[in-house]
């Protein structure tokens, strides 16, 4: 059974920097690029970008090329997304999704930044 | 970037009933289109993908159709369960965008 477990939710202080992370299972965590998607309070959904964890190649949106930078552990089948330089803008849920369409999700992760 | 226009934004309809979402994109995305549910607190789930084609486990009272720039998913016979938020996003031109949803309630 394909899962991504995220981990838990984080406060971040204004300024400061967030790593979350993604542990898949389940499947050859290689095989497929892993996404990030952003999720505001009440509002839909943005993709900020994905990794191919066999390479480690990146894109991003061009909205998140300063605000997250992905990476991924072949050794522990993790992706992680870290968000730099906190801001209210951030608070949001953010998601991994395997693959394009996303067929697997993680059970997102709240991020709240607040002083 | 591709806009993707979802319509209508909520949508209010019985049990037993036939819905219909639409999404218009931008431009042409040659049918790189998927469907989404996302239920109060919990992830999206993936419903259709290439436009039309039918996810693992999903219902067949769900179904895709479209091509070019206008798509439409339909829901028949509409279930309690249906209750929830519907996405529409492309995967044709990075970056992948979303349409901005459609909350689906019972009357």
């Known amino acids: 059974e394909v899962q991504l477990q995220q981990s838990g939710p984080e406060v971040g202080r204004p300024g400061s920097s967030v790593k979350i992370s993604c542990k898949a299972s389940?499947?050859?965590?290689?095989?497929?690029?892993m996404n990030w998607v952003k999720q505001s309070p009440g509002q839909g959904l943005e993709w900020i970008g994905w990794?191919?964890?066999?390479?480690?190649?990146?894109d991003y949106a061009e909205k998140f090329k300063k605000k997250a930078t992905l990476t991924a552990d072949t050794s522990s089948n993790t992706a992680y997304i870290q968000l730099s330089s906190l801001t209210s803008e951030d608070t949001a849920t953010y998601f991994c999704?395997?693959?394009?369409?996303?067929?697997?999700w993680g059970q997102g992760v709240m991020v709240t930044v607040s002083s | 970037d591709i806009q993707m226009t979802q319509s209508p934004a909520s949508l209010s309809a019985s049990l037993g009933e036939t819905v219909t979402i639409e999404c218009r994109a931008s431009e042409d995305i040659y049918s790189n289109l998927a469907w989404y549910q996302q239920k109060p607190g919990n992830s999206p789930q993936l419903l259709i993908y290439?436009?039309?084609s039918l996810a693992d486990g999903v219902p067949s009272r769900f179904s895709g159709s479209g091509s070019g720039t206008q798509y439409s998913l339909k829901i028949n016979s509409l279930q309690s369960e249906d209750v929830a938020s519907y996405f529409c996003q492309q995967y044709n031109n990075y970056p992948w965008t979303f349409g901005g949803g459609t909350k689906l309630e019972l009357k």
């Open positions: 999704a395997r693959g394009a369409p996303f067929d697997y």
């Open positions: 990794i191919d964890p066999e390479y480690g190649s990146t």
């Open positions: 389940g499947y050859t965590f290689t095989d497929y690029v």
């Open positions: 290439d436009a039309n």
